[in-house]
């Protein structure tokens, strides 16, 4: 017998990463009806509510979610168990939606609870569920992009129930807990309906009114939901356009509300076109280097947390985020932010270059000079001009984001032409996509005699500070608007009096980094 001795070509890295790393997307869906407590009226819908969404979200087409766990008619411990369990393994990659479908109600205190089978009205803080708690509970979960959705009402009405002694709803409490609403990249708490307001049932319909809306953006009307045409369709995507049709249902009696904080790509996709999901759903980081590189053994942290050690892989969420990177000794390597677009592999030291920004850089910007000064020369009241900017920055110790320059700047105006050679010495940091500098310049210019051939022109030295104010557009490219301030001790009249002369300069242009 006889055999190859070869082998299929192998994967890249960046597929090889794509195959083994994807993260898992997981739902709890809960729908209750019927209740044990007299008190409690059942609802209709419910139920259905939760089996429409369970099916949505496991859709391979659709939600594409690798594991949902849908329970009806479940009582406290059921549900208590199945959020537990949930727990146990999720990772910052992952996406998790906790969507539930039942009566809500609050106590003599205020507080609000959702309602299970047992649920007891006599007993409510050990027989029902503490929103407050739940909202709690949840943001501590591990995911960044995840989506608490609650169809349940606390007025009394609706798709709720309120004890006769319980005060009056006020309007302007909110439905997310204070310690909720320091949420991560990503997170969103949908409600049905806001403070005071029903959440309602429609027979019509055959499910509760936001539900049905919710699902008509996950599926029916895909395409309109899905307003910035990515493919898919997130949860504030689909709150938007389950909010404006339960308004309109319902005659402005029901109004959706919601609280999200959405950083970069981090809102959560719940349904889509599964290469879509995927770019939404993770950044791969990595490195394998030898020992003797300078990131063996380094650790990456973003936004605070430890997400592991180099050599290997780490997944990211996609969006803005703060990065550190410290030595095997816990020095610091690097820090700043960067931005991780989803599906992007991004080996280790081009994340440390990307945190660190732009060691060096060459801009090119329009510049209008104004004001008194050497304008007064000229029978213009601006000079139209540019500059040619050569920086260096350092990324190392205590001299972090300290930047040199050299400009080279021209101008005409009227008869008379301008040039000049300025350096500066400042700080520049970025923060998010943002880049702002501050610098001192110092340099000397040259004024063209103009009409008068014979004479010299004027050459004369100036200083003065510089402030700067960019957008970082990718990690090469960024644009920015500079004002500069110098000043100059300056015979302008020749009259042997000199005085200190003022000339600024603001320009607008673009920036190549590296």
């Known amino acids: 017998m006889q055999r190859d001795k070869a082998t299929r070509p192998a994967l890249s890295t960046a597929e090889a990463l794509r195959t083994t790393l994807e993260p898992r997307r997981r739902a709890v869906v809960i ?3 019927d209740y044990l407590d007299p008190a409690f009226a059942p609802l209709k819908h419910a139920e259905a509510d939760a089996t429409a969404v369970g099916a949505l979200l496991a859709a391979d087409d659709a939600g594409g979610f690798d ?14 168990r199945a959020l537990q369990t949930v727990r146990r393994d999720l990772r910052r990659e992952d996406v998790l939606v906790v969507y539930f479908s039942g009566h809500g109600t609050a106590d003599v205190s205020g507080r609000r609870y959702l309602l299970t089978a047992d649920s007891r009205a006599r007993d409510l803080p050990g027989t029902a569920i503490d929103l407050t708690d739940l909202q709690d509970y949840f943001s501590e979960l591990a995911p960044a992009r995840k989506a608490l959705i609650v169809d349940a009402c606390f007025s009394g009405d609706g798709k709720s129930t309120r004890p006769p002694d319980a005060p009056p709803v006020d309007p302007h409490d909110p439905l997310v807990s204070a310690r909720a609403s320091a949420m991560s990249p990503g997170e969103s708490h949908l409600f049905a309906t806001s403070p ?3 959440a309602r049932e429609d027979d019509q319909l055959g499910h509760a009114v936001y539900t049905w809306f919710l699902l008509d953006a996950l599926s029916w009307s895909f395409a309109e939901a899905d307003r910035d045409g990515d493919g898919v369709v997130t949860a504030y995507e689909a709150h938007d356009h389950a909010r404006g049709r339960t308004m309109d249902r319902t005659g402005g009696v029901q ?12 809102d959560l996709a719940l349904v889509g076109r599964p290469s879509a999901r995927t770019r939404r759903d993770r950044a791969l980081v990595y490195l394998y280097p030898p020992t003797s590189h300078v990131l063996h053994g380094a650790r990456i942290e973003v936004d605070g947390r430890d997400k592991g050690s180099l050599p290997g892989t780490l997944v990211v969420t996609p969006g803005m985020h703060h990065v550190r990177i410290l030595g095997p000794s816990g020095e610091l390597l690097a820090a700043g932010s960067a931005e991780l677009r989803g599906g992007a592999v ?21 510049d209008v000079g104004f004001g008194q000064g050497l304008l ?17 920055r350092d990324a190392d110790g205590v001299r972090r984001g300290l930047l040199r320059t050299l400009s080279v700047h021209g101008a005409v105006g009227d008869s008379r032409s301008f040039v000049g050679l300025t350096g500066g010495l400042g700080v520049q940091h970025d923060w998010r996509r943002l880049r702002w500098e501050t610098t001192l310049t110092a340099g000397g210019s040259h004024i063209s005699p103009g009409s008068q051939p014979d ?5 004369y030295l100036h200083a003065g500070p510089q402030l700067g104010l960019g957008l970082v557009l990718t990690e090469t490219v960024s644009v920015g608007v500079r ?22 300069r603001v320009g607008l242009g673009l920036e190549w980094s590296h």
Do not use: C, K, N, Y
């Open 455 to 459: 004479a010299l022109g004027w050459a």
């Open 255 to 266: 109004v959706p509300e919601a609280t999200f904080r959405v950083v970069g790509d981090g």
């Open 376 to 392: 007064d020369l000229t029978d213009t009241p601006a000079l139209m001009g540019g500059t040619v900017r050569l920086e260096r």
């Open 67 to 80: 594991e949902v766990t849908v329970l009806t008619g479940a009582d406290r411990q059921d549900i208590t």
């Open 196 to 198: 005071g307001r029903p």
């Open 483 to 504: 004002g500069t301030t110098a000043v100059s001790w300056l015979d302008r009249d020749l009259d042997g009096a000199p005085e200190w002369v003022v000339l600024p």
């Open 31 to 33: 729908g209750v009806a």
């Open 346 to 366: 991004v080996p280790a030291d081009a994340l440390v270059r990307m945190v660190d920004g732009p060691a060096g850089s060459v801009g090119v910007t329009a």
